[in-house]
């Protein structure tokens, strides 16, 4: 299980939990490191000190390393970024937008920067700014989605940039890891199996929406203004819709989905909350411990691999 991406990150296993907003916190993240993944704090639209206190309830519960997802639309990125500094943490990963006028500061404080990309032009561009490492993220994940599948888009990252890849979207067990290294990948990102991971704080009725799910029951809201999000579908997703195709406004449709995340995440409001989930959610039968899911990844892919010798 060595890559270049384990001796980067000074990880176990070559599994990075999604950096996903509301979900991915101080529970969640250490649990993951502890376990010999790559655990994520998900800063989302959080303000800085937040993203401060968490990192340190995370060292409180591992000291395996860690790191921060930055969302550079946050309006606090900046003072995100240099609390990533400030606090020592070691890897951060990057998305919806260029995280360039951050690199050299992170580079001087020995911080590993690891975007998430859509393509290969910007993998391409993310490399010559210096990233460590890019999350090749297709759109079968749960979230904001780019336009290509992740078959399509690892392959082509790999063959288009020298840093390590990580593979993202549509993987949520070992044959998928097994799968991405197949492409070429190093490593995979994982965020739905870790949506119902026992130490993750979702609501139980967001869970157990996940575990119900069946493969086709996610769908893309946001096409038509160009900020498409994959998430289970409710009633939220069908009136969000028939607005959408009836040509409602951008911002008609963002003041309906206006704190619907936290609805779901907190309050376990599965009718109007957005219940983001990828397509992989069908998979998932039961909740279970981050090492757990980890471990029983690791076994399955190292078990394909070894049939094949």
């Not at 890559?3 to 250490?30: D, F």
């Not at 929406?209 to 999000?229: C, L, N, R």
């Not at 989930?277 to 394909?304: P, S």
Request: net charge neutral; aromatic share 4%; hydrophobic share 45%.
């Amino acid at each position: 299980m060595k890559t270049r991406i384990t001796e980067l990150l000074g990880i176990t296993y070559p599994v990075i939990q999604g950096g996903m907003a509301w979900v991915a916190e101080y529970h969640l993240a250490s649990a993951v490191s502890e376990a010999g993944g790559m655990g994520l704090i998900g800063a989302g639209g959080a303000p800085a000190e937040f993203v401060r206190e968490q990192i340190k309830k995370t060292k409180e519960n591992t000291e395996n390393p860690f790191g921060v997802n930055i969302m550079l639309m946050n309006p606090e990125a900046d003072a995100i970024a240099r609390v990533v500094v400030e606090e020592g943490v070691k890897v951060v990963t990057t998305g919806a937008g260029n995280p360039g006028k951050y690199m050299a500061m992170w580079k001087d404080a020995g911080v590993k920067v690891i975007p998430v990309v859509a393509s290969v032009a910007m993998a391409k561009m993310m490399e010559r700014a210096g990233a460590d490492a890019v999350v090749a993220e297709g759109m079968e994940s749960g979230g904001h989605i780019g336009q290509l599948t992740t078959m399509a888009l690892v392959p082509q990252v790999v063959d288009g940039v020298k840093i390590p890849v990580i593979a993202a979207g549509g993987i949520g067990d070992g044959r998928g890891l097994a799968a991405a290294r197949m492409l070429g990948a190093e490593a995979v990102q994982i965020g739905t199996r870790f949506v119902v991971a026992k130490e993750s704080i979702v609501h139980e009725n967001y869970k157990k929406k996940i575990i119900a799910a069946k493969d086709i029951d996610s769908e893309v809201t946001g096409m038509s203004h160009g900020h498409p999000v994959r998430q289970l579908r409710n009633q939220m997703t069908r009136e969000y819709l028939k607005l959408e195709k009836g040509g409602a406004s951008f911002e008609a449709l963002e003041q309906l989905t206006l704190g619907a995340l936290r609805k779901a995440v907190v309050e376990g409001d599965t009718v109007n909350g957005t219940l983001m989930a990828g397509q992989i959610a069908g998979m998932i039968g039961k909740e279970q411990t981050c090492a757990e899911i980890i471990r029983e990844i690791v076994d399955q892919c190292e078990g394909l691999f070894a049939k094949m010798q």
